[in-house]
């Protein structure tokens, strides 16, 4: 039998979370029978909604499986809108199996991936937004992705998309004075100050646009390629620096396998820290005489580290990097060995095109967490990186839908202006973005719309 997500009278259940030894596990049931199935498997009963009982759990046959924390949500005062219930279980790999087994036994079904998020959008709980905020958060895999989730979690982007829907319709609202007052020289409308309003809806479009970049940043961390002459200690570098760091996160989507590189998590964009020396082997030894440096990862990379040991390998270093723009952090290794002067450094910071140079030592650790706070500073220092406690794009999605939503108010200001359509066609340009952004939501209806343009409309028109 097929089992459809959108049968919102079947009552689901799953464990919500992974099966394995730890002390607790969490079984949750949703839908219309999830307090009679409860009821029927239990010797106490929560006599209140949000209260808790600690209670026995028997299978079909009447044998105990659990002894368990009970607690009842009464619909709609749930996650997913329903009628609901948690049961806080021992952990392990058998007890929650064997609590879910005696729950189908008696009428519920497996939840399918995600069904409890969707009941609640279904229900209207949870905007698309926020449901995918809801997954990010599970899947945050540095604190900046976790920040990032947790406001959109709690509406901080839906709340920037219906702002710009309700400026958006606030726009109609004007035009269709507009078109019903086309013959008045001094409508009482002025165009310009139409102009004016579709002028600021697209700026903030495009400022929203721009923060795809710093979602994507935050997904992928910013790329830091340790470049230098061989044996000027880059290698060391990196180890010392993800030691140092020791928040370290693998497994970033994107992550490239062809040289040695970390992630190491920050309080603001996660780090994607490479060791190009790490690809070293596969270079014809004459060329190691050079810099170790592979272009691709130069072209792409947020920061290089330019590392130098002494005034040569740095001068070196600086010819490799001869006409390329990308941001540069002038590094002096081995500073246990001769620590630098200040002029020296000066003289490094000349030579590589770079902010301050900073002194590290691999061995003492000297300049690390001072290089470590240069690099999160110059990444988000960078233009369009936004701070991640500001509304973010962080799915493609999100970017096409405000990409074709811009797109449209601009063809609307840009035929408005020439005056070249007629006001009602010029005005579907502005549907179609309302449309594009209550489709990026998806919780906004047809009456919710009405509303909005009909509260904006006077007395008696
Ligand atoms: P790479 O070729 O640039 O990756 O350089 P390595 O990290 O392999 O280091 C080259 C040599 O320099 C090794 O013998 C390291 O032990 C030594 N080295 C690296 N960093 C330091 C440091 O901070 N202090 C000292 N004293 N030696 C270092």
Not at 20 to 28: H, W
Not at 107 to 114: C, D, I, M
Not at 311 to 324: F, N, P, T, V
Request: aromatic share 2%; glycine share 8%.
């Amino acid at each position: 039998m097929r089992v459809s997500p959108l049968d919102l009278s079947e009552t689901i259940v799953a464990q919500a979370t992974p099966p394995g030894r730890g002390a607790l596990s969490v079984v949750r049931l949703s839908g219309p029978n999830a307090h009679a199935l409860v009821r029927g498997a239990v010797d106490r009963w929560p006599s209140a909604p949000r209260s808790v009982t600690v209670s026995h759990v028997r299978d079909a046959s009447g044998v105990d499986v659990d002894q368990a924390v009970i607690i009842r949500y009464d619909a709609p005062a749930s996650f997913t809108g329903e009628d609901s219930v948690e049961l806080i279980t021992h952990g392990g790999l058998v007890v929650a199996t064997t609590v879910v087994a005696a729950l189908i036994a008696r009428g519920a079904r497996l939840a399918l991936p995600g069904e409890f998020t969707r009941r609640a959008v279904l229900n209207g709980k949870l905007d698309i937004l926020q449901a995918e905020a809801t997954g990010d958060l599970v899947n945050a895999k540095s604190r900046a992705a976790q920040s990032v989730a947790l406001r959109q979690l709690d509406g901080g982007l839906s709340r920037r998309i219906l702002a710009l829907r309700d400026e958006l319709i606030g726009l109609e609202a004007l035009i269709a004075y507009d078109i019903d007052f086309p013959e008045e020289d001094d409508g009482p409308i002025a165009p310009a100050r139409i102009l004016s309003a579709a002028e600021r809806i697209v700026s903030a479009l495009e400022q929203l646009l721009a923060t795809s970049r710093t979602g994507e940043l935050i997904r992928e961390g910013a790329l830091v390629v340790l470049a230098g002459a061989p044996n000027v200690g880059k290698s060391s570098l990196f180890n010392a620096l993800v030691g140092e760091a020791r928040a370290i996160v693998t497994d970033i989507p994107g992550t490239t396998r062809d040289a040695i590189e970390a992630v190491i998590d920050t309080p603001t964009v996660p780090l994607r820290l490479v060791d190009t020396a790490g690809i070293r082997h596969a270079v014809d030894p004459v060329e190691r005489l050079g810099v170790e440096m592979s272009e691709s990862y130069v072209a792409r990379a947020a920061i290089v580290l330019a590392c130098g040991d002494s005034d040569e390998s740095i001068l070196r270093m600086s010819d490799a990097l001869r006409g390329s723009d990308v941001p540069i952090i002038a590094v002096r290794t081995k500073s246990d060995l001769a620590p630098p002067t200040s002029a020296q450094l000066a003289a490094d910071r000349a030579a590589l095109a770079a902010g301050d140079a900073i002194a590290v030592s691999a061995e003492t650790g000297e300049g690390l967490s001072a290089l470590l706070s240069a690099i999160s500073a110059a990444v988000s220092g960078q233009a369009g990186v936004q701070p991640v406690d500001a509304p973010l794009l962080t799915q493609e999605r999100h970017h096409y839908a405000i990409a074709r939503a811009l797109g449209e108010v601009r063809e609307f200001r840009d035929r408005w202006r020439s005056r070249e359509l007629p006001a009602p066609v010029a005005a579907v340009h502005l549907r179609e973005a309302v449309t594009t952004l209550e489709d990026l939501i998806g919780s906004v209806d047809v009456e919710d719309v009405l509303d909005e343009v009909f509260r904006r409309f006077c007395v008696g028109k």
